[in-house]
């Protein structure tokens, strides 16, 4: 006989499968149902809370860097990561039975529950050799994970006609959030054991010149807004000209305002976001100046830096969004080129959702982002190196993954459009570092 608790979710899922009746539907889109597994274990996992922190807490424990503050940074990941993917297995459970089995949804599911096994077992971390083979668990993780984009994008296109709109994009939303912040706290921690065991940290050691002396870990103390939108201007410019072709007039990007604001953040986020808009208006610049005589308008950046939040507002004259793209602009499964993005998708195995896996097919683009950030970086904690995608392969996910990052630290990312003349599109970022990340501390979805 089940336990109580088996009894309960196998009666959940009998009684979602009867409610939506989806049997017909399931069979045709997929026979790779999820193995049935016993539900005290995650129940257990569910019932505790995620615990939230904020950039300033992220630095604390590289500031000064000692072995407790490593062990006690270990010992948070270690009991963090499992906690939040229980969280988001439980609300997978939820969602209707023909969607679960949709084989790309299953391919998450099964990473996602693999995952967890694993990190639940890992024990408390008293050494630097326990944190050592944590970091390569850790690692070995976020590679296979790698994965979870595009499969959990392309699953969400094939069910959209399974579940209403909003629904799917809440669902994709809190997925999504929270695997930013596994990342987020996992990169940080494998960034903190790189730092503890290089040769500029141990003490004998003080006249060695640390080259990441602006980091703590992936948080970047002094980030800088001008800076990084001149080095997304370079990244943008040379995706168009692989896109266009290297005898397209591009538009200019002029930035003015506030030049010298900045601010604590982990860069590739920031990059992430400024990169996709700017790549958004000069493709609309172009497209619309072919068809009219003179040099393209600009694409104008205005920053502006108040008491709490540094606000970036980047502006062009590209046209303006179409009519039936912009009721579903935030939507990343519902829309009239749906069907195009689910193709593209196809050609795009593993997406870790940063600017530098848009490689571009030549190395003469000096003084992008990247080259940036090998000089102040030189490890990759974003694990892009292990990602390619084509430049104009378009996803339909750059807008709707953009304001899941901004709103991640607090922060929120707007879009006015003006048919017919051009887009103005508002960044706002929290300055002060003391934001808590947003993310859903419980399963999500409990209460359907």
């Known amino acids: 006989m089940l336990p109580p608790a088996a009894r309960r979710v196998s009666e959940t899922v009998r009684v979602e499968r009867a409610k939506r009746g989806h049997f017909g539907q399931q069979r045709r889109l997929s026979s790779r149902t999820p193995p049935w597994r016993p539900a005290a274990v995650l129940d257990d996992w569910v019932q505790r809370e995620a615990r939230p922190i904020s950039l300033r807490q992220l630095t604390f424990f590289g500031r000064t860097l000692t072995e407790n503050r490593l062990l006690s940074s270990a010992n948070y990941v270690r009991t963090e990561l499992p906690t939040r993917l229980a969280h988001r297995l439980r609300d997978m459970q939820t969602l209707p039975y023909v969607v679960v089995t949709n084989p790309h949804m299953s391919h998450v599911y099964e990473l996602y529950y693999k995952a967890f096994e694993t990190l639940r077992k890992v024990r408390e971390i008293n050494t630097v050799d326990d944190n050592d083979r ?13 994965t979870v984009i595009p499969k959990l994008a392309m699953g969400i296109i094939e069910c959209q006609s399974l579940m209403r709109p909003d629904e799917t994009d809440k669902f994709m939303n809190t997925l999504l959030r929270s695997r930013i912040s596994r990342r987020v706290i996992a990169e940080q ?6 730092t503890f065991h290089s040769p500029w940290h141990f003490p004998d050691a003080q006249q060695i010149q640390d080259p990441n002396a602006d980091f703590v870990g992936e948080v970047f103390l002094r980030c800088n807004a001008k800076e990084v939108v001149q080095d997304c201007g370079r990244m943008a410019h040379a995706r168009a000209e692989e ?40 493709q609309a610049v172009v497209e619309r100046w072919a068809h009219l005589p003179g040099d393209p308008a600009p694409v104008e950046v205005l ?20 009519k039936d793209i912009l009721p579903n602009l935030w939507s990343f499964g519902k829309g009239p080129r749906s069907h195009i993005h689910l ?52 996803l339909g996910m750059g807008l709707p993954m953009s304001r899941v990052y901004a709103e991640y630290w607090a922060g929120s990312l707007e879009l006015h459009t003006l048919e017919g003349y051009g887009v103005d599109a508002f960044l706002t970022i929290s300055k002060l570092g003391n934001k808590n990340e947003q993310l859903s501390t419980r399963a999500s979805m409990d209460a359907i």
């Open 134 to 146: 944590y970091c390569k668990i850790i690692t070995e993780t976020l590679q296979e994970h790698l």
């Open 343 to 394: 193709e593209n998708l196809v050609q795009v195995p593993k997406m870790a959702a940063t600017m530098q896996e848009l490689k571009p097919s030549t190395t003469s683009t000096g003084g992008i982002a990247q080259a940036a950030n090998d000089e102040r970086r030189p490890v990759d904690g974003s694990l892009s190196s292990l990602t390619y995608r084509p430049p104009n392969l378009r």
């Open 243 to 282: 896109a266009f072709g290297s005898d397209c007039v591009l538009p200019q990007v002029r930035i003015e305002g506030h030049l010298n604001a900045t601010f604590p953040y982990i860069l590739s986020h920031l990059q992430y976001i400024v990169g996709e808009l700017l790549r958004n208006s000069i």
């Open 189 to 194: 921690h494998l960034a903190l054991t790189e």
């Open 303 to 322: 920053l502006c830096e108040a008491p709490q939040h540094v606000i970036i507002r980047i502006s062009d004259q590209g046209g303006g969004i179409p």
